[in-house]
């Protein structure tokens, strides 16, 4: 399966937010939760995280199949928002995202979250190097867990 990954750019955000919608239905389904902002988010707010985050898409062909996205501050990336069209999840288009992203936004230290019982996400960024630093209880369904990775 031929994947490239290269940055996104405002043109991209009306597929990237309905893949996006498409991508986090099953976190949603997970807990039971719609109004979780990955599915709320609107292509205004989108289109303004442009303006101080990099968006990096993942395409086959002509479709976007996968998008992450980041922005650095101090002396850390924040890494937010992955996703991977639910018929090429489990193929390597997440890790190649990841991978990709921490390129883009190279840092001292990376951080993202996810939901705790998101376990194939943190398998999967455990095996890429991240580990659990905190978690947070947001309601009685949900609860995040931080992770990070640090450059030796």
């Known amino acids: ?52 985050h990099t968006v990096l898409k993942a395409s086959k062909g002509k479709s976007i199949i996968g998008s992450v996205r980041c922005y650095n501050e101090n002396e850390s990336s924040f890494i937010g928002k992955l996703m991977v069209h639910p018929e090429y999840q489990g193929l390597g288009v997440g890790k190649l995202l990841m991978q990709e ?9 990376y951080e993202l979250f996810t939901g705790s019982n998101s376990l194939k996400n943190i398998r999967l960024y455990e095996k890429l190097g991240y580990r659990i630093f905190n978690t947070k209880v947001i309601n009685e369904q949900v609860s995040l867990v931080f992770m990070e990775k640090t450059n030796a």
């Open 1 to 52: 399966m031929k994947v490239v990954i290269d940055m996104a750019t405002v043109q991209d955000a009306y597929e990237i937010l309905a893949l996006q919608k498409r991508a986090y239905r099953s976190e949603a389904e997970l807990y039971n939760d719609f109004s979780i902002e990955p599915l709320i988010q609107t292509v205004e707010e989108l289109k303004r995280q442009f303006n101080n």
């Open 101 to 109: 992203i921490e390129k883009a936004c190279f840092a001292q230290r």
